[in-house]
């Protein structure tokens, strides 16, 4: 029976479409020419000017601070989360998991009104801070959800033979359970720093005055025409989270 090549066309086209737009902003960002539509040569120009624009490092310090601060926390509470999820079957923890999944399935945009109405109504002056609370609403539910997932083949029967030699269980939880769950929990981390570093919507609701983050520095960018430097800036970040989201799945594939 001769097989079609129908789904492999198909699949193609579709890859061709996402990433064509990202190749042609990568090849841009080296191109000497201030307009995209024409095209003057190669130049490393407009990546040598990212050094010399001070809102954009200072965007790029608060992204970083809010991301690993979030991602610290996220896997604090991600790691129990999970441990408690699959510890424990119970209607409590049925809507403890309903708590956990609802905001990946929630659109950003009424995630980042809905924050931005808590913090107003509770006083909070909107900041790091509060960008930070927000980060880290989001992220715990993908640090949750890539641990869960490791805790479903883990074998605690490793755990029963460690408390069986003598150890309580705070010294098998930290010499057996964190050593073996750490690829999961590493692959978890990175991903939440990911999606902490690239968020804008949610970002851009709960920001206030001088906690611009790099997100929000390109869109700015972009409203007032900078292109090059956003090629620029955009391709440094593509290889960041390519880095990133490839170290996660690498990770990840090890603990299956």
């Known amino acids: 029976m001769k097989h079609s090549r129908l789904p492999l066309i198909i699949t193609m086209i579709v890859l061709i479409f996402f990433y064509l737009p990202i190749l042609v902003l990568v090849i841009n960002s080296f191109n000497a020419s201030r307009f995209g539509s ?3 040569g190669w130049s490393l120009r ?3 000017r990212l050094w010399q624009e001070r809102e954009i490092w200072q965007a790029l310090e608060n992204s970083l601070i809010i991301a690993f601060s979030a991602t610290l926390v996220s896997i604090v509470l991600g790691s129990t989360a999970a441990f408690a999820l699959h510890r424990y ?11 956990i999944y609802t905001p990946l399935v929630v659109p950003e945009i009424l995630m980042g009104i809905s924050l931005l109405l808590f913090f107003a109504a509770a006083g909070m002056e909107l900041g790091l801070f509060s960008i930070f609370l927000a980060h880290v609403t989001f992220c715990i539910s993908y640090v949750a959800l890539v641990i869960l997932g490791r805790l479903q083949d883990f074998d605690f029967s490793i755990i029963e033979a460690a408390q069986d030699l003598g150890a309580n269980w705070w010294t098998a939880a930290w010499k057996v359970l ?8 590493i692959a978890g981390g990175l991903l939440a720093f990911t999606l902490s570093i690239d968020d804008f919507v949610i970002t851009f609701f709960v920001a206030g005055p001088g906690s611009t983050t ?14 090059p430097l956003i090629n620029a800036l955009s391709s440094i970040l593509l290889v960041v989270t390519f880095v990133a989201v490839w170290l996660s799945q690498r990770l990840t594939g090890e603990t299956q």
Do not use: N
């Not at 119970?90 to 708590?99: E, G």
């Not at 790099?214 to 292109?227: A, D, E, F, N, V």
């Open 214 to 227: 790099l997100p929000i520095r390109i869109y700015s960018m972009i409203k007032h025409g900078s292109p």
């Open 89 to 99: 079957q119970s209607r409590l923890q049925q809507f403890h998991y309903t708590l």
């Open 46 to 48: 407009w990546y040598e």
């Open 178 to 185: 964190l050593p073996l769950l750490a690829p999961g929990i």
């Open 38 to 40: 024409t095209w003057e």
